[in-house]
């Protein structure tokens, strides 16, 4: 149990994993029993409660050893920390940050006596815990969730982790309605996930659509929407551009988005894969050289109904996260509220809402590696180039990719992963 008053003693623990060697003096990979970096993976998907992770093989990965098993082969000291859900009565927003962070103060509090170095904290995480993952890393020391963290009885510790691993990060949910409508206006049929739980690592079951005349007006509406938050947050890319939408949600930032899918591509075909396919790419002698971006959206499908997040019917897990025990569902933006569909709906307090959003905090935490997969659907590409963007212009250490043809998912490519965490630890 990582806190002294825990609100649910089957998700508030942590599991601890420490390499054989350092048991005998021994090192691995240059790491000690002291120097180890701990390695801080969560199971969290859907907005989900999720218990503490443990070293086994993958079954979704082939039987293949899970990041843990790989960890502590390479020398990680391994700390899993569970955290409560929007399924649970105590688990609505912010229950699940707060849970994390109670976890990275116990191991900082108690890292005299604990193996692994606890100024090494590197943190993974997929979908909804890829969000949170970021959302650990980027609001690392903020005072606002110091009352949660208080009533709990977590350590009195600082909470600011050293680097963060985020796949797919399912992030700022305030704009991530008007992010996925300048992605798929126009795309009216859809391939919906038939279940309420949309996490990641739960069997996804497609069911196939079209949008309403109402949801394709709500779609245009929250299209409008998104060039203004872009033009807000004023970011550049790497070779100084402003990043900009016009009120078509044309601009440089769809440039950029479309120069980051040439580079997936570019990879791909590089690696010899075939990409004739791929009717939104103009590729010429082995070069992506154009990608179409509204061309690469019908390409790859709607998979969520506008509005895809703040459900107007409540319908949605981002809806029961922002509930609270008294209200399970609720909405979190002013659009949803104002078009919602059921009579005496809620909005959730803006600061509960700004809790949550990796977007909203720049911590000290220097090191992030951002992987969302070219073929996900579940939120707009926008989101994580955007975060991504963001961190960069703060002058974090950002290594951010597309890969190729990779669905909402995550851990599929660890042997880069820890490569990456090497270089940053060492
Ligand atoms: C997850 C997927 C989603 O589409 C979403 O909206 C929230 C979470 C997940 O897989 O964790």
Redesign the pocket.
């Known amino acids: 149990m990582y806190v002294l008053k825990p609100a649910d003693t089957r998700y508030q623990t942590l599991n601890v994993y420490i390499p054989e060697a350092y048991f005998s003096g021994g090192s691995i990979d240059g790491y000690t029993a002291q120097t180890a970096p701990i390695f801080f993976p969560n199971n969290?998907?859907?907005?989900?409660p999720a218990t503490a992770g443990q070293p086994e093989n993958d079954q979704r990965a082939g039987g293949k050893p899970n990041a843990i098993m790989l960890a502590l082969s390479k020398g990680y000291v391994v700390a899993s920390a569970g955290a409560r859900g929007r399924t649970e009565a105590n688990g609505h927003a912010p229950a699940a940050i707060v849970d994390l962070k109670a976890a990275v103060r116990y191991l900082k509090a108690n890292d005299q006596a604990m193996a692994g170095d606890a100024n090494k904290i590197i943190s993974n995480g997929?979908?909804?815990?890829?969000?949170l993952s970021a959302l650990l890393g980027t609001s690392g020391g903020s005072k606002d969730y110091e009352p949660y963290l208080r009533q709990l009885g977590a350590a009195r510790a600082n909470d600011t982790i050293f680097a963060v691993s985020a796949y797919?990060p399912?992030t700022n949910l305030e704009y991530a309605d008007a992010a996925y409508e300048w992605q798929f206006n126009g795309v009216n049929d859809y391939q919906k996930?038939d279940i309420s739980m949309?996490?990641?690592?739960v069997e996804r079951k497609l069911v196939k659509g079209t949008q309403t005349p109402a949801q394709i007006q709500l779609s245009g509406s929250l299209k409008a929407l998104f060039p203004a938050y872009v033009n807000s947050l004023k970011l550049k890319n790497a070779q100084g551009t402003p990043m900009t939408l016009d009120a078509n949600g044309n601009g440089t930032f769809k440039t950029e988005m479309e120069a980051m899918l040439l580079q997936s591509a570019q990879k791909a075909l590089d690696n010899g894969k075939d990409l004739s396919d791929q009717t939104w790419l103009t590729i010429q002698n082995g070069k992506a050289i154009a990608a179409d971006f509204a061309a690469y959206a019908q390409f790859v499908g709607r998979?969520?109904t506008a509005p895809?997040?703040d459900g107007v019917d409540l319908s949605?897990?981002?809806n029961q996260l922002f509930g609270d025990a008294r209200t399970d569902k609720k909405h979190f933006t002013a659009f949803s509220l104002k078009n919602s569909t059921v009579a005496g709906s809620l909005k959730a307090d803006a600061h509960t809402v700004k809790l949550m959003n990796a977007m909203n905090y720049t911590s000290p935490t220097q090191h992030y590696r951002i992987r969302v997969g070219e073929n996900d659907r579940?939120?707009s590409l926008a989101i994580g180039l955007l975060l991504s963007l963001k961190l960069k212009n703060s002058g974090k250490n950002v290594d951010y990719a597309l890969p190729w043809g990779v669905p909402?998912s995550g851990d599929y490519d660890l042997d880069e992963l820890f490569a990456w965490m090497k270089s940053v630890a060492m």
């Open positions: 969290i998907g859907g907005y989900m997929t979908s909804a815990g890829g969000a797919c399912i996930i949309l996490d990641y690592k998979q969520k895809a997040f949605t897990g981002e579940d939120t909402h």
